[in-house]
């Protein structure tokens, strides 16, 4: 299997290619590529450490194509951080067209690769994402993933800091999208606690600042880099377990097809060996919950309409 990640040479690049080369499954080959020079150089610095995981670098436009030819997944963490008093929003017209022409090649080089994006805003560019693989053709909605498992880790982080033990993966779902009031975790379903409407409300809140007060934090030198690629990794894993055909792999993700609720939307699914096989409709929702899901959905429904009105 070939995972081919693009941002290599980034914060969350590197960060996640190093998780990559320790957990991808033997025999994997991870392929990473930059624009920056110096991805040859991350690959060989990891290919030093010791394992069945071949990796191979690409910088620079001309070898893209290179990179991407023969990808099973291709993961994408390119592109412009926000800065202090940014909403990701912000970052449209900085990222669209790079994803547009990254898509664009790997529509032509690896057509049938399940695409994993992380760049912001993801509510946009992944709707957009979607768009310029329509018009190559070779769309399948079951391929096309936005990477949300970062606010399920910071769900769960939180959750367990306050509620004072350890919340296992997939305890906590987080349905949506990924940005301010699009993230909605469903706390009030996590078993074993009696938490009020007002608890619940702040503890969500804390969940959708998480990004920006990280941005905060890194004072104007980047947003969140390592628990994205922690989240990202875990995704990626069970993306491959799936693919190669272990049954009852769920995580949430942010995808096209699966909600009654938007075109777009994150929420449990299934993963299969042609990608995500099955959503998992989050409802029934209590009345809070209802509430929440009631008010962000326009704006929701606005940013997905940005990202496809992009390509025409
Ligand atoms: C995050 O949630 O940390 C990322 O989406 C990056 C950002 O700008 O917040």
């Known amino acids: 299997m070939k995972v081919t990640l693009i941002g290599a040479a980034g914060g969350i690049g590197q960060s996640l290619s190093l998780l990559l080369k320790i957990n991808l499954p033997v025999g994997c080959e991870l392929c990473l590529y930059d624009l920056n020079p110096s991805t040859p150089g991350i690959a060989l610095d990891l290919s030093h450490i010791p394992n069945k995981v071949k990796v191979t670098g690409y910088s620079g436009s001309d070898s893209l194509i290179s990179a991407l030819e023969n990808s099973d997944i291709v993961i994408i963490t390119a592109g412009i951080a926000r800065k202090p008093g940014m909403e990701r929003s912000d970052l449209f017209n900085a990222n669209a067209n790079l994803i547009r022409n990254l898509m664009s090649s790997a529509a032509h080089s690896c057509p049938n690769a399940c695409f994993c994006l992380i760049t912001n805003p993801l509510n946009s560019l ?172 326009p704006s929701l429904r606005e940013e997905i309409a940005l990202g496809e009105k992009f390509c025409g």
């Not at 190559?136 to 391929?143: E, F, V």
């Open 126 to 297: 992944v709707p957009l994402a979607a768009t310029v693989l329509k018009q190559a053709g070779i769309y399948n909605p079951r391929k096309l993933f936005g990477v949300t498992s970062l606010d399920i880790i910071r769900a769960e982080s939180i959750l367990s800091q306050y509620l004072q033990r350890d919340i296992m993966p997939g305890e906590i779902q987080v349905i949506g999208g990924h940005s301010g009031q699009t993230i909605q975790p469903l706390i009030s379903r996590v078993s074993g606690h009696d938490l009020d409407e007002s608890e619940i409300r702040s503890l969500t809140q804390q969940i959708q600042d998480c990004g920006t007060t990280v941005v905060k934090a890194k004072a104007g030198y980047g947003s969140a880099t390592l628990a994205m690629a922690s989240a990202g990794m875990r995704f990626i894993s069970s993306l491959i377990r799936g693919l190669k055909g272990e049954e009852n792999i769920v995580e949430c993700a942010y995808v096209e097809g699966g909600s009654p609720y938007s075109k777009f939307f994150s929420q449990p699914l299934r993963l299969g060996k042609h990608g995500w096989s099955e959503a998992i409709d989050p409802a029934p929702f209590d009345a809070q919950q209802q509430r929440a899901l009631d008010a962000m959905l």
